[in-house]
T-cell receptor
Framework: EPEVTQTPSHQVTQMGQEVILRCVPISNHLYFYWYRQILGQKVEFLVSFYNNEISEKSEIFDDQFSVERPDGSNFTLKIRSTKLEDSAMYFC?????????????FGPGTRLTVL | RKEVEQDPGPFNVPEGATVAFNCTYSNSASQSFFWYRQDCRKEPKLLMSVYSSGNEDGRFTAQLNRASQYISLLIRDSKLSDSATYLCVVNWESNYQLIWGAGTKLIIKP
């Protein structure tokens, strides 16, 4: 069964450093998403991406964040200058289309720890 | 304000029992509704979409009440493997953005 993959599974970084989280969505999917989940809290939407551009973003997704689809398979989330409060689990998701209610499939996540 | 509310639980339920969760949402324009389950420190996994007419998948039944803006999940003949956190998820104005409840923790006891 096709699945979303994410690397690395765990990233430790120093405050102020840049990190890039990588995702490979399911191959025939057209819509891509990033979410984060701070330990013990809700899953929070960050951004959605379609046709090589951001289609929607939340208040959390400020200028420190950017997304890119550098080639036909990868989808990346960059955090420019990490803060302590960026420590969370980051999930990538993809969906085939928006028809049928937009069923999103999630990757296993990257646990980001900012020291 | 974007609100999806759930009882956090935990619900402690004996194996074989039936358990039900509700979830309320604040946006009357929401069109898509889902239940996901999340095991500890794992990614959310889609359990089922929720359709207007209600739908069933094996031991799981989901219902939508648009007038009262809530959705429900019923689990029959609960199994130990059903222990997880159940997340209520609702789309917002567009289909891109999904808003998540904090989840209801279910513990099935032998």
């Amino acid at each position: 069964e096709p699945e979303v993959t994410q690397t690395p599974s765990h990233q430790v970084t120093q405050m102020g450093q840049e990190v890039i989280l990588r995702c490979v969505p399911i191959s025939n999917h057209l819509y891509f998403y990033w979410y984060r989940q701070i330990l013990g809290q809700k899953v929070e939407f960050l951004v959605s991406f379609y046709n090589n551009e951001i289609s929607e973003k939340s208040e959390i997704f400020d200028d420190q964040f950017s997304v890119e689809r550098p080639d036909g398979s990868n989808f990346t989330l960059k955090i420019r200058s990490t803060k302590l409060e960026d420590s969370a689990m980051y999930f990538c998701a993809s969906s085939e289309n928006l028809a049928g209610g937009n069923t999103q499939y999630f990757g296993p996540g990257t646990r980001l720890t900012v020291l | 304000r974007k609100e999806v509310e759930q009882d956090p639980g935990p619900f402690n339920v004996p194996e074989g029992a039936t358990v039900a969760f509700n979830c309320t949402y604040s946006n009357s324009a929401s069109q898509s509704f889902f239940w996901y389950r999340q095991d500890c420190r794992k990614e959310p996994k889609l359990l089922m979409s929720v359709y207007s007419s209600g739908n069933e998948d094996g031991r799981f039944t989901a219902q939508l009440n648009r007038a009262s803006q809530y959705i429900s999940l019923l689990i029959r003949d609960s199994k130990l493997s059903d222990s997880a956190t159940y997340l209520c998820v609702v789309n917002w104005e567009s289909n891109y953005q999904l808003i998540w409840g904090a989840g209801t923790k279910l513990i099935i006891k032998p």
